[in-house]
């Protein structure tokens, strides 16, 4: 299959860029990783996360979902934009929820890729993933050349940064690996470190979700333990600290442009009523989020968002933290 054509197709999707890694390049990278994963299991560092632990299996063994699967396309689509600061009386929305859940709209995208694979190459087989699908994305992606490990945990592009989501196609076609980059490292750097509100980067590249503020406030069905409460600050549903002060995401990272609409500002602009409902967008009115009386109100207000993931009793949890933590905050 001629590489232009996918070319073409990909960045007609509107992603921001991706790469191919080998079966051989995949596997090896999963066996070094799942020690690591194991390790971070066996302290707990999971939290409640119970379906990573379901999943291992075929997370680390891709045979598992497409058997004999010779190569894997990682693709990354931005959401990064510059956030303006909120006044005291709004949460803020970590910029990866700003927009229409990326679950949906790129499990969209991958299968629509999948199907013109196979209209190019008839026979050929192909598996989509994104996030909560059944692979380990940054690995699967830094094989394929997209980028390399922070010390805050996140695959980072060297000229773009880190707010990219991944999502992932495994075919059985050969296609023609991405070649590899040197890629650079943190070096000396420990901004994200020391910016973490709770600590939860308790060495490089090594993150307790139990104190980490995107697992507080979106995975956790529970409280929020009470001695990290005050440490969320603003935060309402998820967490960019590690990554806005990582230098990777300054400058010249943020004069890309959002490729997919639905990730965008303008998505939704029009009638109020339509606007509210299809974006979550940057912040939230914490009165009106409290005020929200029951979960058809909610799905009417969120449904399509990220948001959902919280559902009604977890974002009124969080807007109730936040609205604690309010005195002078944002
Ligand atoms: C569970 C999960 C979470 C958990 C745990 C996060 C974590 N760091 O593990 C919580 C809920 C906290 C979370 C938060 C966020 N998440 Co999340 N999450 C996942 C998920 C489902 C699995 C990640 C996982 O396997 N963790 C287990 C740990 C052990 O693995 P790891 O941290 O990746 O591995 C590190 C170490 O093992 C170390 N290492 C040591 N030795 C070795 C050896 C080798 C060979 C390698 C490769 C690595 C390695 O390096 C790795 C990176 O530092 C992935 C999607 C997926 N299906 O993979 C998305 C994913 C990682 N999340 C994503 C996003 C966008 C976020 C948030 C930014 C959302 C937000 N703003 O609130 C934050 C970022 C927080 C952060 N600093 O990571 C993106 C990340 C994109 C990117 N550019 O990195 C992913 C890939 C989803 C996607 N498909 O787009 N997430
Ligand atoms: S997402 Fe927030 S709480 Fe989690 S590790 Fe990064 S800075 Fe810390
Ligand atoms: S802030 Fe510094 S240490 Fe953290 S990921 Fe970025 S470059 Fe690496």
Redesign the pocket.
């Known amino acids: 299959m001629k590489q232009i054509l996918l070319e073409k197709f990909i960045k007609r999707q509107g992603w921001s860029f991706f790469g191919v890694a080998d079966r051989e390049k995949i596997l090896n990278a999963l066996k070094e990783h799942h020690p690591v994963f194991r390790k971070w299991l066996k302290k707990g560092m999971e939290a409640k996360m119970e379906y990573l632990k379901r999943m291992e299996n075929d997370r680390y063994h891709p045979d598992n979902k497409l058997p004999g699967f010779k190569s894997a396309i990682a693709l990354a689509a931005w959401y990064g934009y510059e956030q303006k600061n909120c006044s005291k009386d709004r949460g803020r929305i970590a910029r990866y929820a700003a927009g229409r859940d990326y679950h949906n709209v790129l499990t969209r995208k991958l299968k629509e890729l999948a199907r013109w694979l196979q209209a190019e190459n008839p026979g050929a087989k192909t598996y989509v993933s994104v996030d909560s699908g059944p692979m380990v994305d940054r690995v699967i992606a830094a094989a394929a050349g997209l980028g390399f490990f922070?010390?805050?945990t996140?695959l980072?592009h060297p000229q773009k940064g880190?707010y990219f989501f991944i999502g992932v196609v495994l075919t059985d076609l050969d296609l023609t690996p991405t070649p590899s980059l040197r890629m650079p490292n943190?070096?000396d750097?420990?901004?994200?470190?020391e910016a973490c509100p709770t600590g939860a980067l308790v060495a490089?590249g090594v993150l307790d979700a139990r104190k980490c503020i995107a697992y507080l406030t979106i995975e956790n069905k529970g409280p929020i333990p009470a001695a990290l409460r005050p440490k969320i600050g603003n935060r309402l549903f998820g967490c960019d600290a590690?990554q806005e002060?990582?230098?990777?995401?300054l400058g010249r990272a943020h004069r890309q442009k959002i490729l997919i609409k639905e990730f965008g500002k303008k998505y939704g602009a029009g009638p109020p009523e339509r606007a509210v409902s299809v974006r979550a967008g940057e912040s939230l009115d914490l009165k009106k989020v409290l005020s929200i009386k029951n979960d058809g109100e909610f799905l009417k207000r969120f449904a399509g968002t990220p948001l959902m993931r919280a559902k009604r009793k977890g974002l009124q949890r969080n807007a109730r933290v936040v609205l604690g933590n309010a005195k002078g905050a944002c």
Request: hydrophobic share 20%.
């Open positions: 922070g010390k805050n996140c980072i880190s943190c070096g750097c420990r901004k994200c470190i490089p590690c002060v990582c230098p990777f995401n």
